[in-house]
């Protein structure tokens, strides 16, 4: 586990809600120099803290779409079904992230696509092509109320004030 002090965190915070921050204004934001803040960001990188770069992109602005998430349980928790089926979700683009979960359901699909008919044809070819797919759960997104954010950095960091 990394020791992070305030710096590091205020790294964190600010990458993590402007990704395109040039480096030198990163280093004055946090109050440093450019070197020792670009030494900082390449510890933090290194560490596996920064998992990557990415660009937020308009789905709505892009066109049509439809956001679903399912919920999904296995025929059985064998690892040759896990491992099959966990296969088969990482080949489809439209399922943009799923979770393994611990509970009543296996895994939580989001799936982003452009109509219904093009989700249940996605539906249909994993339960045709046997992925250990039970039963499925569609629960389809009618309108964002709180997209992704910034993870509360201070409370898993132990430095949450009461």
């Known amino acids: 586990m990394v020791r992070l002090d305030d710096r590091d965190l205020a790294i964190l915070r600010i990458l993590s809600a402007e ?3 040039t480096k030198a204004e990163l280093a004055q ?7 020792p803040a670009w ?12 998992a990557g770069y990415r660009a ?7 066109g049509p ?10 025929a059985d928790h ?6 099959i089926f966990e296969e088969a979700v990482a080949r489809h683009d439209e399922i943009v992230a799923c979770w393994a979960l611990g509970g009543g359901f296996d895994y939580l699909m989001q799936v982003v696509t452009i109509d219904i008919d093009s989700y249940q044809r996605l539906i249909d070819t994993l339960l045709e ?14 309108k964002p109320v709180k ?10 960091a132990g430095l949450q004030k009461d």
């Open 129 to 142: 092509a046997r992925v250990g797919l039970a039963r499925y759960y569609t629960y389809i997104v009618t």
């Open 19 to 21: 990704g395109r921050i």
């Open 147 to 156: 997209g992704p954010a910034p993870p509360p950095l201070d409370l898993l």
């Open 56 to 62: 937020e992109i308009s789905l709505k602005a892009l």
């Open 29 to 35: 934001r946090i109050n440093l120099s450019a070197t």
């Open 39 to 50: 030494d900082r960001l390449k510890r933090l990188e290194q560490a596996g803290l920064i």
């Open 78 to 83: 064998t690892a040759a079904t896990l491992r």
């Open 65 to 74: 779409h439809v956001v679903v998430f399912v919920a999904a349980e296995l």
